[in-house]
């Protein structure tokens, strides 16, 4: 099976603060972006055909060189981001290659340090024939609807929650038809996928594949990072 690899790198971060967009932040010497190409490189080996990084509008020269040296004999290709994150994948996956490709992973740059099983879990559901996977692991906090007055709705069982990362893994014909749809507020591409009936399956996911967000998330990432060097 061939695979393409996505990854939506051009948001500005503005939760996380500072000048520089989040993916370009550094973590243990090397940017959120350089921690995920390689990691998904490392997990998807043979397989791997083909890269498309989304970027802020303007860097795509110097992400393209930057990312070069990690990505071997794996096409890279960089487009301009757009305004939303659904936006920045669309832009990508215009410029998937069509032809032998049967998985593309979407994988957000801020999940940097994702552990390579997770993204094998998410390959192996596609080969088997999945048309959209999921990483997913259990909340922690109990989970409220709220009305905009800011009054509880109701409180769904906590047992039937999860929380949701990527690289979310989709046949290339699902992962199309999802996104020829327009859909406001989409906070990932699996959510588009189930507007259309597309049977969304879960596979484990792992709280190393957390999304560098808020600042404090920068600490924990060069915690991780430290412990895996030492490993
Ligand atoms: N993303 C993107 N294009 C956008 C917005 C987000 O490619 N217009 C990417 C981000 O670069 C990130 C992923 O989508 O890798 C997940 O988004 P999020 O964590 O929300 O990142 P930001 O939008 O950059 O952060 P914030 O919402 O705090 O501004
Ligand atoms: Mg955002």
Not at 50 to 73: H, M, N, Q, R, S
Not at 202 to 210: K, Q
């Amino acid at each position: 099976m061939s695979s393409a690899v996505v990854i939506p790198a051009a948001g500005l971060g503005l939760r996380l603060g500072g000048e520089t967009p989040k993916a370009f932040r550094e973590v243990g010497g090397e940017s959120l972006l350089v921690h995920a190409v390689r990691g998904l490189k490392a997990a998807t080996a043979a397989d791997l055909v083909c890269f498309v990084i989304a970027v802020p509008p303007g860097t795509e020269e110097a992400v393209g060189k930057e990312l070069e040296p990690y990505v071997g004999d794996v096409q890279l290709l960089v487009v301009p981001g757009g305004a939303e994150r659904p936006d920045s994948v669309r832009a990508a996956l215009e410029v998937v290659p069509v032809d032998g490709i049967d998985c593309i992973l979407v994988h957000d740059a801020a999940r940097a340090f994702v552990p390579v099983e997770v993204i094998e879990r998410v390959v192996d559901a596609v080969r088997a024939g999945a048309q959209a996977v999921v990483p997913v692991v259990p909340v922690t906090d109990t989970i409220k609807r709220v009305a905009p007055s800011g009054e509880v709705v109701d409180t769904p069982a906590r047992s039937t929650l999860v929380a949701v990362q990527t690289p979310q893994g989709f046949s290339p014909e699902a992962l199309r038809r999802a996104h020829a749809v327009e859909v406001l507020g989409a906070t990932d591409d699996a959510m588009l996928c189930e507007r259309l009936g597309i049977t969304v399956m879960t596979v484990e996911g792992s709280a190393d594949a957390f999304k560098v967000t808020r600042p404090q998330d920068l600490l924990l990432a060069e915690a991780l990072l430290a412990e895996r060097r030492l490993a």
